[in-house]
């Protein structure tokens, strides 16, 4: 069984910066894919992006240029960067992974406001 443990989020001013961090943890597992979604007050779900085991990321558009997804695979994490963070980046962001399995992080909240 994993278990994703999510860590960094808080409270940033526009313009700002978070990073946030997604540790995977188990036995026998191997990840394919690791990446975060998230999700604002009465809205769905959405893509923020995410890395492929070759390396290959993909991000949603609204993020392209200000996020940056990376992953140590050593550690299984998984890293997002976020710069020039807008009011509209304010959600809870979850972390996942996919192993054959989908499995999710308990969620960080993440609010930019001035």
């Known amino acids: 069984q994993v278990q994703l443990v999510e860590s960094g989020g808080g409270l940033v001013q526009p313009g700002g910066s978070l990073r946030l961090s997604c540790a995977a943890s188990?036995?026998?597992?191997?990840?394919?894919?690791m990446g975060w979604y998230r999700q604002a007050p009465g809205k769905q779900r959405e893509l923020v992006a995410h890395i492929i085991n070759d390396g290959s990321t993909n991000y949603a558009d609204s993020v392209k240029g200000r996020f940056t997804i990376s992953r140590d695979n050593a550690k299984n994490t998984a890293y997002l960067q976020m710069n020039s963070l807008k009011n509209e980046d304010t959600a809870v962001y979850y972390c996942?992974?996919?192993?054959?399995?989908?499995?999710w992080g308990q969620g960080t909240q993440v609010t930019v406001s001035s």
């Open positions: 188990g036995r026998n597992f191997s990840i394919y894919r």
């Open positions: 996942y992974i996919w192993s054959g399995i989908t499995t």
